[in-house]
C-alpha cells in the first residue's frame, strides 16, 4: 500500500500531516508514505529527519486576495495540476491525505479526478480557498472543529479534532526530564515565545518588552524563537544576553522544549494550540490579528474560557499592558499550574484513532469496488 501526503509549506499545514503518517506508520509498518511538498516550505528541513521521502513540485497554491500576484499565481495553476497529475501517474498511490498549503490543492485535486481515494484535514474553524474548492470533491472531510462544516460543503464531514505528533504526548510526562536536558534548575522558570515557522513581529515585540525583568531575575529563563527573517537584525539589537536567554531563528525540536516550559507566549493557530494542550502548558495568546474571519482570536477564547491561557490583542500589545499582564503571571506558580492542568483539557485524545480509522475505511470501500 502506499500513501502520498500533500501539505506543508508552513508548521501549521506540515505537521498534521507528520502526526497522521506517524501513526499510520505505526499501525501499517509495510506500508509506503511519500511526502510531496514546494522548495519554499519548512517540509524541506523537516520531512527528512523523520524518515519520510520527500518530493519537491513546483507548485502554486490559491491566493486569497485579490491583486496583480493573484492573478499570476492563477494563471500558474494549470501547469501545477499537469505536474501533480504526472506525480501521481508515476507513484500510483492508493491514497493521497491532503492538510492544506502550497502543495495541497493540484495534488489532492489531480487525485479526485484520477479516482484515487482522499482525504483532507481542515485545521481551522474558518476554512482555507483551497479546502472550500476540495471538500466537495473528496471522499473526507476531517475537521478539528466541527463548526467549520457550516462553512463548506462535502460528502463526509467528520469532526476528528486535531491531529498531534506523539511526541508532544510522550514529552509530556517527561517534563523533569527535559528540563534537565535544557539545563532549567529546579527553581528557575522556563518562558518560550514563539510566533510560528515564520516568526511574528508582535511576538518578538513582546519579548522585548519582557527582557529587561527576565534580565534582572535570575530564576527566569527564555527560549526565543524570532522566526528567520527576524533573526539577524534582533540579534544585532540584543547583543551579549545571558545564557539563561537562548535566541533562536526558530525551534526545530519544539517536542522538546514546549512541554518543559512553564509558560508559552505565542500566537493562537489551531496547530500551536493543540501542541501546547498536548504539551500542558499555559499560555498567553495574542492571536494574528489578519487571519481570516479572525479565527485566531476565535481559538483563543476557547481557551481563556476554560482557564488554560491569558489573551493579549495584537493592537493592545503596549509594553505597560504587556508588563502588567505577564509579569504578575510569573509571581504565580499555583495559577501557571491550575492554567497548565486545564490546557491539557482540551485536547481531544482519539483525534488520530479517528482519522486513521476513516483512512482504513476508505481503503476498504475501494477494495470492495474491485472485488
Request: with cysteine.
Amino acid at each position: 500500500m502506499k500513501l502520498v501526503f500533500a501539505g506543508g509549506g508552513t508548521g501549521g499545514h506540515l505537521y498534521p500531516a507528520l502526526a497522521i503518517a506517524q501513526s499510520w506508520k505505526e499501525n501499517h509498518p509495510n506500508d509506503e508514505i511519500l511526502f510531496v511538498g514546494t522548495p519554499r516550505g519548512i517540509e524541506t528541513t523537516v520531512v527528512p529527519k523523520y524518515g519520510f521521502p520527500l518530493y519537491l513540485l513546483p507548485v502554486e497554491g490559491i491566493p486569497r486576495r485579490v491583486s496583480w500576484e493573484t492573478l499570476k499565481k492563477l494563471l500558474l495553476i494549470p501547469k501545477s495540476l499537469i505536474n501533480a497529475f504526472i506525480f501521481l501517474k508515476k507513484e500510483k498511490p492508493d491514497m493521497v491525505v491532503g492538510t492544506g498549503g502550497y502543495a495541497s490543492f493540484p495534488v489532492v485535486f489531480a487525485a479526485t479526478l484520477l479516482k484515487i481515494p482522499t482525504v483532507i484535514h481542515e485545521q481551522n474553524a474558518y476554512p482555507g480557498v483551497a479546502n472550500k474548492i476540495l471538500a466537495v470533491k473528496v471522499d473526507a472531510v476531517c475537521l478539528t472543529f466541527g463548526e467549520a462544516g457550516k462553512r463548506m460543503k462535502a460528502k463526509n464531514f467528520y469532526e476528528t479534532g486535531f491531529p498531534v505528533r506523539r511526541e508532544f504526548h510522550t514529552n509530556a510526562e517527561k517534563r523533569n526530564e527535559l528540563r534537565k536536558k535544557l539545563g532549567v534548575g529546579i527553581d528557575e522558570l522556563l518562558l518560550v515565545a514563539f510566533g510560528g515557522s515564520q516568526g511574528a513581529l508582535t511576538i518578538n515585540k513582546v519579548v522585548g518588552y519582557l527582557l529587561p525583568e527576565i534580565m534582572r531575575r535570575p530564576n527566569l529563563r527564555l527560549i526565543w524563537a524570532t522566526g528567520p527573517r527576524n533573526y539577524e537584525n534582533l540579534r544585532q539589537k540584543y547583543k551579549n544576553l545571558p545564557e539563561r536567554v537562548q535566541m533562536v531563528p526558530y525551534i526545530d525540536n519544539m517536542p522538546e522544549v514546549l512541554p518543559a516550559a512553564d509558560l508559552a507566549i505565542t500566537r493562537a493557530g489551531a496547530a500551536t494550540l493543540a501542541e501546547i494542550a498536548a504539551s500542558k502548558v499555559p499560555a498567553v495568546l495574542i492571536p494574528y490579528p489578519y487571519a481570516a474571519e479572525n479565527h485566531q482570536e476565535h481559538n483563543a477564547r476557547a481557551f481563556v474560557n476554560h482557564g488554560a491561557a491569558i489573551l493579549l490583542r495584537d493592537a493592545e500589545c503596549s509594553e505597560d499592558l504587556v508588563r502588567a499582564t505577564i509579569l504578575p503571571l510569573l509571581d504565580s506558580p499555583e495559577k501557571l499550574v491550575r492554567m497548565a492542568e486545564n490546557a491539557g483539557k482540551m485536547l481531544r485524545q482519539d483525534s488520530l484513532q479517528e482519522i486513521i480509522g476513516i483512512m482504513e475505511w476508505l481503503l476498504k470501500q475501494k477494495s470492495n469496488k474491485k472485488n
